[in-house]
């Protein structure tokens, strides 16, 4: 209502200054509104526009922050360094773990030709060198599971980026975690070698297989 | 039951060291007829181009598992008697099981000990 207006009516329109409506048009005019409003958003519409107005919120700062940490050069820098740095360590233990082996097999083809008591003593020591090289495979095994789980953060980057409108839409296909190669269980059961607090131990394996019998 | 030392035996691992370990440990325990196979689809060829009696398989190996290479082995007429054993780092319950039903023989569990080794394949061979 404009300031000076009669209280009993104003005006209609600009162009028609002589055209009048009362006090009891103008109620019904607002009443009309507001029951409209009154039916339309109630408290908990208001309620849920005010959440999506905090998740919208979320999410630019969200995008702000992701695009500070620069995914590019998580993706293309820090794994693919820390996958080399890893595949480099599986190919120098491999290296080593030959090296040893064959100072082993020529200790083990000298101790042949050593009388039997300290060939037996040596052919023992061997043993126990062959025994700890299993830990080749172990660590290589190992490694292999933090690789695929940092190809699977950088697919999972590579995603949200994508999703939230960055550069790095395109997938890759190197970086793309395995997926199991014939039925869900056979894939599902490649699990790797687990942590010894989790691992089944050769004596509980032995048990788990008597009890079949 | 008498061991016939000279039984060829197949040992089948995607990592060389493993291989040449089981060969080297198997060598100590007097069997030398050893041969390798890279994974299960290397290892059904050989198996079926040469008589075997034994054969040590790992799990986790691209393209065929040790799983599914003895699931060939226990569906082929003629390969179905051929003792077998898993050698793998896979110690999950699960995966013990899975490699029962599908007609393992024996199973060790890596890292393993040549004492171990020794156990189980004289539990699949008999004692020598």
């Known amino acids: ?213 | 039951m008498s061991v016939d030392k000279a039984m060829n035996i197949l040992i089948v691992d995607d990592y060389k060291t493993m291989l040449r370990i089981i060969r080297n440990l198997l060598k100590q325990l007097g069997f030398d007829n050893v041969d390798e196979a890279s994974d299960g689809s290397d290892a059904l060829q050989k198996l079926r181009d040469k008589q075997y009696g034994l054969v040590i398989s790992d799990w986790n190996m691209e393209p065929m598992t040790g799983l599914q290479l003895l699931r060939e082995v226990r569906k082929d007429v003629k390969l179905k008697a051929t003792p077998f054993i898993m050698i793998t780092a896979e110690s999950k319950t699960d995966n013990v099981v899975a490699a029962k039903e599908a007609g393992v023989n024996n199973y060790i569990v890596k890292p393993f000990n040549a004492a171990t080794l020794k156990t189980k394949i004289e539990s699949v061979i008999g004692a020598f």
């Open chain 1, 1 to 213: 209502m404009t300031a000076g207006a009669s209280p009993e009516s104003v005006s209609r329109a600009p162009d028609n200054s002589a055209a009048k409506i009362s006090r009891q048009e103008i109620r019904e005019v607002v009443e009309s509104v507001a029951s409209t409003l009154h039916g339309d958003i109630t408290p908990a519409d208001l309620k849920v526009i005010h959440e999506l107005e905090s998740l919208v919120r979320y999410i630019h700062t969200a995008k702000r922050e992701i695009a500070a940490l620069c995914p590019d050069d998580i993706r293309e820098k820090h794994i693919r360094e820390a996958t080399d740095e890893l595949d480099a360590i599986v190919a120098h233990t491999e290296d080593a773990t030959g090296a040893i082996l064959d100072a082993a097999e020529k200790i083990e083809a000298i101790a042949n030709s050593l009388e039997v008591d300290p060939a037996i003593k040596l052919a023992e020591e061997v043993t126990r060198i062959y025994e700890a090289c299993n830990f080749q495979d172990i660590t290589g095994q190992r490694i292999g599971k933090i690789v695929t789980a940092l190809k699977n953060i950088e697919a999972r980057i590579e995603s949200l980026t994508a999703a939230l409108g960055g550069a790095a839409a395109v997938p890759s296909s190197s970086g793309a975690p395995k997926t199991p190669k014939t039925a869900k269980s056979d894939g599902d059961l490649l699990c790797g070698p687990q942590l010894p607090a989790n691992a089944k131990n050769q004596d509980e394996i032995d048990a788990l297989l008597k009890s079949f019998d």
